[in-house]
């Protein structure tokens, strides 16, 4: 997976955004504000993607190239080393829940403005 197709898969998703809010490096993706992915903008050989708690142990246990997040609260977040080995199909997966589990924490006026888009 390159830097475009992982930008494209991101910004097809109802109500998202991408904005660099920490440094003119840092590619951040958000949901109605919320962010659910970041990666290095120049540098794309990781991502961070927000994890339910037990799924995120169970991804680090399962792949090496799966991580805990870096500067990102471990217990929700997951950074992904993107390589040769990274299946594109997972991460994708990944992505989807990663902005599932944004989408959930939204509320309901903000869910109820994305299912209209």
């Known amino acids: 997976m ?4 992982f930008r494209n898969f991101c910004i097809a998703k109802p109500g998202v955004t991408e904005e660099l809010p920490f440094d003119n490096e840092t590619l951040a993706f958000k949901v ?7 990666t290095h903008i120049d540098n794309f050989v990781s991502v961070n993607l927000k994890c339910d708690p037990e799924e995120a142990v169970k991804l680090r246990e399962a792949y090496n190239s799966v991580k805990a997040g ?18 594109d199909k997972e991460l994708c997966r ?24």
Do not use: C
């Open 94 to 117: 990944w992505v989807n829940h990663s902005y599932d589990r944004v989408v959930s924490g939204l509320p309901a006026k903000l869910k109820k403005e994305l299912q209209s888009q």
């Open 32 to 38: 109605k504000g919320k962010i659910f992915a970041l």
């Open 2 to 5: 390159d830097i475009e197709f």
């Open 70 to 87: 870096y500067h990102m609260n471990k217990k929700h977040w997951n950074t992904i080393t993107v390589n040769d080995d990274m299946n």
